[in-house]
């Protein structure tokens, strides 16, 4: 299917240079809206807001083809409409909820703490988010501290 972009300030920097005014793409059938910000490579945490056909959507919002999303930066103003404000809670919980199953990485002996596994060997049930582990969890490999862990 295809879907058209429009993207708004410093997320301009992510359109090719061939059609930065509506960037025409190809996406599988069902993608979201999180595939199409994917699919030029924009950081999602660059975006703080997204329309779909002129409403207000999030990352999940499944695409159809024909649809015109617009996404405005991070760096944009906050504005005080009522909908927009709602929007934006709901649309940061979503950005917070998948921070929150990000891999980290051991600096000392390259292990990944992937959530999605925890260490069960170590009494970190699957799921468990690295923030979430207690503090005196080590590497399971080299036996690091957590502050020798970065987000990977
Ligand atoms: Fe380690």
Not at 86 to 115: A, N
Request: glycine share 8%; hydrophobic share 35%; charged share 30%.
């Amino acid at each position: 299917m295809t879907v058209y972009l429009k993207l708004m300030g410093s997320l301009l920097k992510y359109a090719p240079q061939s059609q930065s005014e509506l960037i025409q793409t190809s996406l599988k059938d069902r993608s979201t809206v999180r595939e199409a910000i994917q699919s030029l490579g924009i950081p999602k945490e660059r975006v703080k807001l997204i329309f779909v056909n002129h409403m207000g959507a999030f990352l999940s919002h499944p695409l159809k083809d024909g649809d015109r999303v617009s996404l405005f930066p991070a760096e944009y103003p906050v504005f005080a409409d009522w909908e927009g404000a709602i929007l934006r809670k709901e649309h940061d919980d979503e950005m917070i909820e998948e921070g929150k199953m990000k891999k980290w990485k051991c600096q000392i002996c390259g292990y990944i703490y992937d959530p999605s596994k925890g260490d069960p060997d170590n009494g970190v049930k699957p799921g468990t988010a690295f923030e979430e582990i207690p503090g005196d969890w080590v590497c399971p490999l080299c036996g690091a501290g957590k502050d020798m862990f970065e987000a990977d």
